[in-house]
Structure formats: structure tokens, C-alpha cells
């Protein structure tokens, strides 16, 4: 049994893709299978919080006693979120969120035309941002960053733009680890020191990140 390092805590997470319509028929999505947002819904359960669990589309059984939310499009799931944020201690965004949503989706199937056909793309919500700029009842906001080249960079950019305490840096270029996989390593970065966490199962990784965010949870107070 876990010390129950987070009873009396909310914990909100995100996982999995969104999909952004272009027609009835039709979406943009990624690879996002929400395995690692559903480990880190049970690693966070088994520290003893309340878990709600803001979820696109995904093929996985709602961990047990987890407050489950499911969403399609990342506005859905921003919505979602921020209602949740503001009840939380601690909000945590692994989903796999699309930048862009087609900028108007057709109310009927869109039909073959030319050789080429351009779609034009309007930007998403930042969810973790928004939450991160919370005046009022901000969690302690937990950011992924899933990078190809430059890993440690650019997560550490996005730890600084979007004002989150901590991020999880994972290198989505080698397939063993990252998307659709059930393995990962990762570096946790917050603004005064970083942790690597090395291979390991989906679930072992998140339960390491889950103790480490009770850690710097109760040293704030
Ligand atoms: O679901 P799996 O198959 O198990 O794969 C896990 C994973 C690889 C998806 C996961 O470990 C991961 O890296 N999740 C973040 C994916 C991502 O979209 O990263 P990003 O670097 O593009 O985004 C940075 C952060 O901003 C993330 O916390 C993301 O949730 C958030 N974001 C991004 C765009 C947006 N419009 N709103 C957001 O909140």
C-alpha cells in the first residue's frame, strides 16, 4: 500500500488526443493512445486523491474510482478543464492537444474536388496555459512536453511561456518511449532543478512523478 501522500487533494489530468472536425465524416487527431494519462490518473488515485480525468478519444478502461470527463475537440476540453482547474490542488495536461482546429467544419461531407485542396487551420486553446494563468484557485500546474530535437530547450521554454511549475520532457522521436507506447523516460524540469527518470512501464514512471509533484506540494506550504 502507498502512503497516501495526496489524500484530501483534487487532482485533475488530461489525456489522450483531441480530434478537430473538418466534416461529419472527417478529423484531425495524433497518435496520443492516453496510456500515460490514465497511468497518472491511477498513480494519483493509489496517493489517495479525489482524480478527475479529462479524456479524448481513447480505446481504455476508466481506471477504478476515477472521475472520468470525456471530450472531442481541444476547446471541449479546455471547457472542461477550467471548470475543473479551479477546484483542484493539482492539474496535470498530458493530452496530446491540437495547435489548430480547421478554421470553419463543413456541415456536410466535404466533397472530392481538384488535385489539391487547402484546409485552413485556426489556433486551439492553450489549455495548461490558461490554467496556468489562473488568478484565483491556480493549482500547481504541471506541463509535458513532447519534442522530437532539443528536448531539454524547448521544455524548458515551455516550463517558462506558459508559467507551469513543473514539465515532464519526453523525447517522442524514439518510438519505445512517447506515444502509443507502454514504456517511458523522461527529465522533470521545475524552475530550480530538473530529475531524469529513466525507462521504465508507464505506470512506474508516474507513480515516481506523482510522489515527486506531493513532494514540492507539501513543501509549499
Ligand atoms: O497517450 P500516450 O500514447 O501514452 O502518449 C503519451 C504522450 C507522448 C502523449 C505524453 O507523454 C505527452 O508528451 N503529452 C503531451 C503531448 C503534447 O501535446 O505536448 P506539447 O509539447 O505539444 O504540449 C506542451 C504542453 O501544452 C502539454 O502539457 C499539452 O497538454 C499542453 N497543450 C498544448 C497545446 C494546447 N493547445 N493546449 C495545451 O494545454
Known amino acids: 500500500e502507498d502512503t497516501p501522500l495526496l489524500a484530501g487533494k483534487t487532482v485533475t ?47 481504455l478502461t476508466t481506471p477504478s474510482e476515477v472521475n472520468r470527463f470525456d471530450v472531442e475537440s481541444a476547446q471541449q476540453m479546455h471547457d472542461a478543464a477550467m471548470e475543473l482547474a479551479v477546484n483542484s490542488d493539482v492539474f496535470i495536461g498530458c493530452a496530446a492537444v491540437a495547435d489548430y482546429k480547421a478554421t470553419t467544419t463543413a456541415n456536410n461531407k466535404i466533397k472530392k474536388q481538384g488535385d489539391t485542396m487547402t484546409i485552413e487551420l485556426s489556433k486551439n486553446p492553450d489549455i495548461i496555459a490558461s490554467v496556468a494563468a489562473l488568478k484565483a484557485n491556480r493549482p500547481f500546474t504541471v506541463g509535458f512536453a513532447a519534442e522530437t530535437n532539443d528536448v531539454a530547450n524547448y521544455a524548458k521554454g515551455k516550463l517558462k511561456n506558459k508559467n507551469l511549475d513543473m514539465i515532464c520532457a519526453n523525447d517522442v522521436s524514439d518510438s519505445s518511449i512517447g506515444f502509443n507506447s507502454e514504456n517511458n523516460a523522461m527529465t522533470l524540469f521545475w524552475p530550480e532543478g530538473e530529475r531524469h527518470l529513466s525507462l521504465q512501464s508507464k505506470q512506474q514512471i508516474s507513480h515516481l512523478i506523482l510522489k515527486e509533484i506531493a513532494s514540492k506540494l507539501a513543501a509549499k506550504k
Open 13 to 59: 489530468i488530461t489525456a489522450g488526443p483531441t480530434r478537430e472536425a473538418l466534416d461529419p465524416v472527417r478529423f484531425i487527431s495524433n497518435h496520443s493512445s492516453g496510456k500515460m494519462g490514465f497511468s497518472l490518473a491511477r498513480a494519483a488515485k493509489a496517493l489517495g486523491a479525489n482524480v478527475n480525468l479529462i479524456s479524448g478519444p481513447v480505446n
